[in-house]
């Protein structure tokens, strides 16, 4: 055992004078051991392991002082639930109000049959999307007030100008392309009963409801220059001349009872679709003549072709025979639809928008080859029909009906869901603006992508008591950015027969692609690569009247119907629904007839 003795001077050094003559000697604190192994020197030994071990009672010892009123306390007792109730709503004046105080939705519907219009927004570097104003751009819908009142049979839109068709078949053009001392909306080819209009680089190509298709300048300076023809009616005395230069695009073969059914057109070229199925490809721009294969006719340059006009329609041979239903061209590129469910793609595919991988020694194709969608579904147990096409600037969308069928190593009888459709929407081309909808930003595609939040949807359908899928009622493809109107189950009938709560809701719209003009109406300006919701077309305005301030609803677009038009529908009646048109950084919703 080691005894320690600590022998202290019992006289102080502080008390001790600093001058003193004595010598001062320090005597430190001794340790003196009886037993024979002790440090000779009188140094510690252990004191190293002695230190650590009094670090660690300390720390143990706080421990337990932080940790006691935590280990001691109670547990605590779970929070009170708190019921938040609906906010309370204005009362209703009558059965209709009650239903707009319930209901976005059908606020939307009502409003879109008491003011019919045009909304635009996006680029108005060209005075498209607010003519009668210099902001260069438009981040929400706004009502362009020309239109105001007015059903519209078709309009497309580009950054510099926009044309429109009157429900008179009349053809309205504005913009600073149109006039740059006047870009307000004015009519200009009258008379003619368009149906459907489309545009190129610098020209707008009408259809008539008799089958005949005009070209038309988008300058008006040059609708009034150069030799007009002269206007007929069906009294043979009777003509005047026009007001309005104009070309017409005539196919030179068409069989008997034979006509002009659709058009389409890219910046450069035009397609023509008969009502016997044939296609016909034409020069739809003076500035350029197409030169990508995108007409469908091999070895058609401008120094190949034919004597005659430039803009004469030429039959796309390769195309003969498969019924053609529907045509849709991009920019620089085309596809066609059969009968049958086939799709036929030609033109640029420099950015994959033929559903091809691209190969740079073949920048292009110009004849009509058949997209393979039976390859696509190869080992799904389903049998594609594509029901649908759309294209825009250098994207292609295709719609498919995926049937589903019995395997090779299926047995027909125990296989689940045989006969079920699943309906599909398929993208491809340039995804750099997030114009796919797939949510990748993809330069190039090697092929069709689906996009899965258009795809695999289903619903349930009171009216036959059954799931059905969820199909696009219409997909509009601008040049960087999309719309696709769901054909989901709607409801128009509320009445004054039917209950208070009886409200009207019309189809899903989404949005998606390129947003650095505002065109996607989301009131940002960041690119969007899959489909979302935008909010109601007057920006809430209606929701806060009705004690809906600052709560979020998607804009629903109205179905077809018959209606009277004005406020309490005392208006005239007509068969009218609101479309979505994607364009070149503008888009619009109007009312159609």
């Keep these: 055992m080691i005894v320690r003795r600590t022998a202290l001077r019992q006289t102080s050094l502080l008390c001790r004078s600093v001058d003193s003559t004595s010598k001062a000697v320090r005597q430190w604190p001794r340790r003196i051991g009886t037993?024979?192994?002790?440090?000779?020197?009188?140094?510690?030994?252990?004191?190293?392991?002695?230190?650590?071990?009094?670090?660690?009672?300390?720390?143990?010892?706080?421990?337990?002082?932080?940790?006691?009123?935590?280990?001691?306390?109670?547990?605590?007792?779970?929070?009170e639930a708190v019921i938040e109730y609906e906010k309370s709503r204005p009362i209703p004046e009558s059965k209709e109000d009650n239903r707009d105080l319930i209901s976005s939705q059908h606020l939307q519907v009502k409003k879109s049959w008491e003011n019919p219009g045009l909304y635009a927004w996006g680029s108005n570097s060209g005075r498209v999307a607010a003519p009668d104003s210099t902001d260069n751009v438009v981040k929400t819908p706004r009502r362009i007030s020309y239109f105001d009142g007015q059903l519209l049979r078709d309009i497309k839109l580009d950054r510099d100008f926009g044309a429109a068709?009157?429900?008179?078949?009349?053809l309205v053009q504005w913009g600073t392309a149109f006039s740059r001392a006047n870009p307000l909306p004015a009519e200009t080819l009258?008379?003619?009963?368009?149906?459907?209009?489309?545009?190129?680089?610098?020209?707008?190509?009408?259809?008539?409801?008799n089958g005949t298709v005009y070209s038309v300048p988008v300058a008006g300076s040059d609708q009034t220059a150069g030799e007009k023809s002269d206007q007929t009616s069906w009294f043979s005395f009777w003509s005047r001349p026009e007001t309005v230069n104009y070309r017409q695009l005539k196919p030179r073969d068409l069989g008997w009872g034979e006509s002009i059914v659709d058009v389409a057109s890219g910046l450069e070229h035009a397609l023509l679709l008969t009502s016997k199925g044939r296609v016909f490809a034409a020069a739809s721009s003076t500035s350029d003549f197409p030169s990508k294969g995108q007409m469908g006719i091999p070895g058609l340059t401008w120094a190949t072709r034919p004597k005659g006009p430039y803009d004469e329609p030429h039959e796309i041979l390769?195309?003969?025979g498969f019924n053609i239903a529907k045509v849709a061209a991009g920019d620089y590129?085309?596809?066609a639809l059969d009968s049958n469910g086939r799709v036929f793609v030609f033109g640029d595919n420099t950015s994959g928008q033929l559903g091809f991988e691209v190969e740079p020694q073949f920048p292009f194709i110009d004849?009509?080859?058949?997209l393979p969608f039976h390859k696509i579904y190869s080992g799904s147990n389903q049998q594609p029909h594509v029901t649908s096409i759309a294209a825009g600037g250098a994207n292609s969308f295709f719609m498919v009906d995926a049937k589903r069928v019995a395997g090779q190593?299926?047995?027909?009888?125990?296989?689940?869901?045989?006969?079920?459709?699943?309906?599909?929407?398929?993208?491809?081309?340039?995804?750099?603006?997030?114009?796919?909808?797939?949510?990748?930003?993809?330069h190039v595609s090697l092929g069709p992508s689906k996009i899965k939040s258009l795809s695999g949807l289903y619903e349930w359908d009171e009216t036959t008591n059954s799931v059905i899928p969820i199909r696009l009622a219409r997909l509009s493809a601008g040049s960087t950015h999309a719309a696709a109107v769901m054909d989901n189950v709607t409801f128009v009938d509320a009445s004054d027969m039917s209950s208070d709560n009886d409200t009207n809701w019309g189809a899903d719209i989404v949005f998606w692609g390129g947003n650095e003009h505002y065109?996607?109406?989301?009131?940002?300006?960041?690119?969007?690569?899959?489909?979302?919701y935008i909010d109601p077309l007057d920006g809430g305005q209606g929701d806060a009247e009705k004690g809906r301030k600052g709560e979020h609803h998607r804009f629903q677009i109205t179905p077809r119907t018959t209606v009277r038009l004005g406020e309490g529908g005392t208006g005239r009646k007509v068969s009218v629904e609101q479309r979505v048109e994607c364009g070149r950084f503008v888009t619009a919703v109007y009312s159609g007839t």
């Excluded at 680089?201 to 008539?208: F, M, T």
């Design 409 to 442: 190593r299926e047995d027909a009888d125990s296989a689940r869901a045989l006969g079920q459709v699943t309906a599909d929407t398929w993208a491809c081309g340039s995804g750099i603006w997030g114009s796919l909808g797939t949510g990748k930003w993809t």
């Design 165 to 170: 068709v009157t429900e008179n078949g009349d």
């Design 318 to 320: 390769s195309l003969k």
């Design 333 to 335: 590129h085309s596809l």
């Design 190 to 209: 009258k008379g003619k009963d368009l149906v459907k209009v489309e545009i190129s680089r610098d020209r707008i190509i009408a259809l008539g409801k």
């Design 367 to 370: 004849a009509p080859i058949p």
């Design 519 to 532: 065109q996607l109406g989301t009131g940002r300006r960041s690119n969007i690569p899959l489909p979302t």
């Design 35 to 79: 037993s024979k192994g002790g440090d000779e020197t009188g140094r510690p030994r252990g004191s190293a392991g002695k230190f650590l071990a009094g670090m660690l009672i300390a720390l143990a010892a706080g421990g337990a002082v932080v940790l006691y009123p935590s280990l001691t306390k109670e547990a605590p007792k779970p929070r």
